[in-house]
């Protein structure tokens, strides 16, 4: 079971959040792989997560709430209901306006899928849903590389994107969120990474393309019926 938390970015005003945003211009290692560009679209990216998580938590104080946040979620998926914190329309219509080097750098879109089991059946050439993953070539993975050379927690997650290509949210960030500090660029940047990586299942997608194809067909049958 997924819940989905319908979150509206312009639903808090400057009076009544203490925010606590990130200067992604004090990060070192993002002005040396990155350009301002580039840079000024992760700083959209972050607020659009930072605006989700203290919805879902009701925690102003951003830094915290991504701790709050990590505990809703792992309670979720011990639970198997595992939080979807952006419907899947909205996440993705975000991420397609961002400049396309800065999405490139860290995510791929993935259309087609050669063989998926559905239910009781097994489903080939599959081109009709849209999945998010890790681009494990991107420039993301070499910042992570740089900051790795003095915090061996990001050594450790850029060899496992690069072995695995993807980074797995069922495990990772939200069982050891303790160790991080959100208040910094690299590990608020990683946290916003990590949200934005949950995806629904592919029984979910597949579910909601098939139910928007039955309606399709049953309002097309009663137009047809009411001419």
Known sequence: MVLVFWVLIGLFSCENINHHKI??????????????????????????VDSAVVAITNNKN?????????EIYGKGIR?????????EKEKFDFLESLDKGAFDAIWIFDTHIDR?????????????????SINPFGRYIDYMEQV???DKRYTELHEHIVGMGDLST??????VHDEFDFGKVEDRFLAAV??????????????????????????????WRAQ
């Open 148 to 150: 790795g050379n003095n």
């Open 62 to 70: 951003e830094a915290e709430a991504y701790h709050d946040f990590f």
């Open 194 to 223: 990590y949200i934005l990586r949950v995806e629904d299942s592919y029984e979910t997608k597949l579910d909601r393309y098939f139910s928007k194809i039955d309606s399709t067909h049953n309002t097309q049958y009663n137009q």
């Open 116 to 132: 998926l089991n559905y239910r009781d059946t097994i489903l080939t050439n599959i081109d009709y849903i849209k999945c998010l």
């Open 23 to 48: 200067d992604l211009s004090t990060d070192k290692y993002l002005s040396n792989i990155f350009s301002p560009t580039e840079i000024e679209s992760f700083a959209l990216m972050i607020d659009f």
């Open 170 to 175: 069922c495990a990772g960030l939200w069982m």
């Open 79 to 87: 639970e198997n209901k595992r939080i979807s914190p952006f419907s």
